[in-house]
């Protein structure tokens, strides 16, 4: 068997998409609590960005380049973040361009685990 289709067979075995979200860690016990809700928040107003979406990432190499490059600027170096695992089902609507993964759904806090509390760079 082609190798990619092998690859397609066990990621749709799985049930679901692991993706990766980074807050301040101010937000953690809400997130925990409430889930996560699209919103255009600083970045994404300083980007010009119009649609309320929740921002994610694809893979751990993907959440460490961004914090390592443009993600970590856009925080103080002496603010905490926070990094959660969010497990979607494979029919959750989702954007992809590049890296990054959005969607306009909110996500609840049943979907939602953090993996770290104190995500250093």
Known sequence: MNYLKDLGLI?????YNILYHISPSVNTSSILKNGLTPSIGDR????????EKIYMFGSMDDVEYAIMNW?????DEDEALS????KLPLDWPLEHEA???TTSKPIPPTLIKLLDDN???
């Open 11 to 15: 990621y749709e075995s799985v049930g």
């Open 44 to 51: 994404s107003t300083n980007l010009g960005e119009v649609d």
């Open 71 to 75: 993600l970590g600027d856009e925080f």
């Open 83 to 86: 990094l959660f695992e969010i």
């Open 99 to 101: 890296f990054e993964y």
């Open 119 to 121: 995500y250093g760079y």
